[in-house]
């Protein structure tokens, strides 16, 4: 044992082995309370510093990261920023600008130049107390004002969309102002470095003349050829690995002659990937290769080195927490101020400009890494340090509940509503599709359903589950057609003359958000699909459930066997609550193919059938004997057919196996297709049907 903790690499691969584990379980922990995953991998790193583990463990601290070993484990984070910079860099989208450039711009450097300069003013008081005459003032309190200005765009896009935010006013404008924010403060930065490292006035003008040659190169030359590099490898081989090695080649040459110009090799990794062709497929299969190794090892080194440097136990007296508590105050006035007021005169109501200023707010994992580069440079203390890691974890700790209080999920919803009146609105079905092979059965039903209606609306819904990629969640400002599988069925239906409008976005709980796009849009009717999970799973079970229990209008569940052409339509009906809607669907979906509709009323054995037994609208009453008649509504023949059993899905089973096209059927106790919060039943009907089967829950509104 005393060897393996003496041995360089086994030491690594044990820190590593440690640090991982611990921050991906209080980064799920946090996400599990609506906070963004950096904090809890944050807090890990502080967990395995000196300010937790070297106080309660000492001897563990030590053993397990001893002074040598640091060096190491600081070079492979430091990697690890550069490839981050680099995905960074990847989504800052100019296309953000488009129609609010000149709103965002102002916003944005607002939220830059006032704290900036708090930060510069709070210098003046901090420099006497936390620093000496080893470090000039002038770097100090740039670095100062430079930690105060930024804003942790990854963290910021991550939030607007797990808020659901992304698509209002508000959201596009923040993450708009983030995205610049993002660009300006690491140019304030690289301004910064260089004043730091030149040791005079005219090794500081040539910093400058080389970082300008360096713009040059990279913008007139660097970016034509990134272009013609993506089109060659996206047009004929992919994303090869000479492609990657091609990338990676220029990302460490760019991030080289950053450094050695002196204005820092974080610099040259963000700018690379700000000017790559970033709306291609190519950049988006690229981040997804790069991601994972960055985010899952690289990073959580990163943020346990930060820890290992924070020392929580220097701020040891009541005037130095009365400091820590005036940085954090400065910031966040800084922030929030400069960018609230600035975005209200921009024409943002109060309560919108409140929420961009909470989200500018958060600085997360950039604050860091701004002050591990003034620590490395000696620019601020191990002390002031501390204070301000602190004041990065509160700032970022309390973006969500603030936002969540002044921008309620009832606000949301109204910002995303369409106004309309009830003499315009049109008969909405909402259609949810999860895989793209269920979408075209779907669209079969929902085009169907609205028959020869001619004030109608469909809308495609497609989530995707939010995951823990940083760059998953900036992808929804690209547009449709390029994260959207189910675009080909849309442009067919286009090309038909079916008016499709495609929603499409990241989402943590599914059926909630369907549900909340109902409403919003003010569906007459939700499809779902259904596919058996690999391991089982019920069919009103999960999402189908909670989906079916929630939505204020018609559900429909579709499981499709093959539908194709649709001559035959069976109604299975007990006399339910939900008969009546099976009952107009199928009428709508019959008028669309001119199909025969075949009403099945199930009995209990040994009741005997009573007159108007059905509700079938038009119809002629119930009796023991089949009757066929012609149905206006559908243009086509109805049969009305009785039957005895004891198990209605039984029988409902045999008849299915008659020839028929699509069962239509109602939930219901009868049929075993009640969704249930709690216990186990069979699902026969569902899971043995022969036919595809659309499965109808009528609106509780509705009910007399």
């Known amino acids: ?179 610049v924010d993002d660009i300006t403060a690491w140019m304030i930065l690289a301004f910064v470095i260089s004043v730091v490292r030149a040791t005079g006035a005219a090794q500081m003008l040539t910093v400058f003349a080389w970082t300008g040659l360096y713009l040059l190169i990279m913008v007139l030359m660097a970016r034509p050829l990134l272009r013609r590099f993506e089109r060659r490898y996206s047009t004929r081989e992919g994303l090869s690995q000479n492609a ?26 963000f700018f690379l990937g700000a000017i790559m062709p970033n709306e291609t497929a190519f950049v988006r299969n690229l981040t997804e290769k790069i991601e994972d190794i960055v985010v899952l090892f690289m990073l959580p080194l990163f943020f346990a080195f930060t820890g290992l440097k924070t020392q929580i136990g220097l701020v040891d007296t009541p005037e130095l927490w009365v400091i820590t508590a005036i940085i954090m105050a400065i910031a966040c006035v800084g922030k929030f101020g400069g960018s609230c007021l600035i975005s209200k005169l921009a024409g943002c109501s109060w309560r919108e400009s409140s929420a961009i200023g ?35 974890l509160l700032t970022t700790l309390i973006t969500t509940p603030l936002l969540a209080w002044i921008y309620p999920d009832a606000l949301i919803v109204a910002d995303g509503a369409e106004i309309m009146s009830k003499a315009e609105k049109p008969y909405t079905v909402l259609v949810a599709i999860s895989l793209p092979r269920s979408a075209q059965g779907l669209m079969t039903i929902a085009a169907a359903v609205m028959g020869k209606m001619t004030h109608t609306r469909i809308y495609a819904l497609h989530l995707t589950h939010a995951g823990t990629r940083p760059s998953s969640y900036v992808k929804r400002g690209e547009s449709l057609s390029e994260i959207d599988p189910i675009l080909p069925l849309i442009e067919h239906a286009k090309a038909k003359g079916q008016e499709i409008r495609p929603l499409t976005f990241y989402t943590h709980d599914p059926s909630e958000d369907i549900v909340d796009v109902a409403k919003t849009k003010r569906a007459d009717l939700i499809l779902l699909g259904w596919h058996k999970p690999i391991f089982g799973g019920r069919v009103l079970g999960g999402t189908v459930r909670q989906v079916l229990n929630a939505a204020t209008c018609d559900v429909g569940v579709f499981i499709d066997r093959g539908m194709n052409d649709v001559r035959r339509i069976l109604v299975p009906i007990v006399k339910c609550f939900h008969d009546r809607a099976a009952i107009q669907l199928a009428k709508q979906i019959a008028a669309h193919f001119t199909a025969q509709v075949t009403l099945f009323h199930v009995l209990p054995a040994g009741l005997a059938p009573v007159a108007k037994a059905v509700p079938v609208g038009g119809g002629p009453e119930t009796s023991t004997e089949d009757q066929t008649f012609f149905d206006p509504d559908t243009h086509g023949e109805v ?42 039943r069979s699902e026969k009907l569902a899971e043995q049907s022969p036919t595809s089967l659309l499965i109808v829950r009528r609106a509780p509104q509705t009910k007399a």
């Open 1 to 179: 044992m005393h060897r393996l903790f003496h041995n360089p690499m086994a030491l690594l691969l044990i820190q590593a082995m440690v640090i991982i584990p611990l921050a991906r379980i209080l980064g799920t922990l946090f996400s599990k309370i609506n906070q963004p995953m950096v904090i809890g991998e944050i807090i890990a790193g502080l967990l395995l510093g000196p300010s937790f583990l070297g106080w309660i463990a000492p001897e563990l601290y030590h053993a397990l990261f001893p002074e040598f070993s640091l060096h190491a484990l600081n070079l492979l984070s430091q990697v690890g920023l550069i490839f981050f910079m680099f995905l960074v860099g990847l989504e800052f989208n100019p296309r953000l600008l488009r129609g609010q450039a000149r709103a965002a711009l102002a916003t944005s450097h607002a939220s830059i130049v006032f704290p900036f300069l708090l930060g510069t003013i709070l210098a003046l008081f901090l420099y006497p107390k936390l620093s000496d005459n080893s470090v000039r003032f002038a770097p100090f309190a740039l670095f100062m004002g430079a930690s105060m200005s930024v804003t942790a765009f990854p963290v910021l896009a991550r939030i607007l969309t797990e808020r659901n935010l992304i698509k209002t006013r508000m959201g596009a404008l923040a993450l708009t102002c983030g995205a």
């Open 244 to 269: 990657v090695a091609g990338v990676m080649l220029m990302l460490l040459a760019s991030a080289l002659a950053t450094e050695l110009i002196g204005i820092h090799a974080l610099f040259g990794a």
């Open 358 to 392: 909470i989200l500018m707010n958060t600085r997360g994992l950039m604050e860091l890494i701004i002050l591990n580069i003034g620590l490395n440079f000696g620019v601020i203390s191990p002390l002031l340090f501390t204070m301000l890691v602190l004041m990065a």
């Open 639 to 680: 049969v009305l057919m009785t039957r005895q059993h004891d198990s209605p899905a039984d029988v409902v089973l045999e008849e299915a196996t008659k020839g028929y096209d699509l069962i239509v059927i109602g939930v219901s106790e009868e049929f075993a297709l009640e969704p249930r919060l709690f216990g186990w």
